[in-house]
T-cell receptor, first 117, second 116 residues
């Protein structure tokens, strides 16, 4: 079975500072990793994904994520936080062996990111 | 805007009732996924349809069922509703399972179900 852990329920960062939202995963086979963001009363918006290749993935709104196979981690990062980045962030995984690609995503519990002015 | 639409936005009903949630995928997408988001269980995958056929089941209750129609829209049917079924129900779409697990799923705005 595959799983995702987001160890922090909440991350507080001052505006302009770098931010990191942590994610670790467990999956059989090659992992496909995703980050989504959810604003209040809205659906999930796709930020970025790792499939293969370069371990540093760049995504929307200046976000990037670093894939680390040995630590089974996929942390989300941004060099300079904005107040508008405040939202709920979800890490998700899909294993390359999971149902031939038919299974849905397995999500972490989410991390509330709060950017303080 | 992801291009995925869901109706209705809100639904209030009583225990024991049956409801139908509707999802229209992005233009050209053949796969539709349904997810449930609740405070207790977080975001859980329910079921996946590809081009009209069921492809995978997740944590979907027997009281719940889904289908995908020839025009590729999908409906999630929830019956014998219980208080615990109150949740946000999302659908997501992607190009198609033939591309494997690499595909990005694009989510709709969700239907918020309240069972009283």
């Amino acid at each position: 079975a595959q799983s995702v852990a987001q160890p922090e329920d909440q991350v507080n960062v001052a505006e302009g500072n770098p931010l990191t939202v942590k994610c670790t995963y467990s999956v059989s086979g090659n992992p496909y990793l995703f980050w989504y963001v959810q604003y209040p009363n809205r659906g999930l918006q796709f930020l970025l994904k790792y499939i293969t290749g370069d371990n540093l993935v760049k995504g929307s709104y200046g976000f990037e994520a670093e894939f680390n196979k040995s630590q089974t981690s996929f942390h989300l990062k941004k060099p300079s936080a904005l107040v508008s980045d405040s939202a709920l962030y979800f890490c998700a995984v899909r294993g390359g062996n999971s149902g031939g690609g038919a299974d849905g995503l397995t999500f972490g519990k989410g991390t509330h990111l709060i950017i303080q002015p | 805007d992801s291009g995925v639409t869901q109706t209705p936005k809100h639904l209030i009903t009583a225990t024991g009732q049956r409801v139908t949630l509707r999802c229209s995928p992005r233009s050209g997408d053949l796969s539709v996924y349904w997810y449930q988001q609740s405070l207790d269980q977080g975001l859980q995958f329910l079921i996946h349809y590809y081009n009209g056929e069921e492809r995978a089941k997740g944590n979907i209750l027997e009281r719940f069922s889904a289908q995908q129609f020839p025009d590729l829209h999908s409906e999630l049917n929830l019956s014998s509703l219980e208080l615990g079924d109150s949740a946000l129900y999302f659908c997501a779409s992607s190009v198609g399972v033939s591309s494997g697990g690499q595909e990005t799923q694009y989510f709709g705005p969700g239907t918020r179900l309240l069972v009283l």
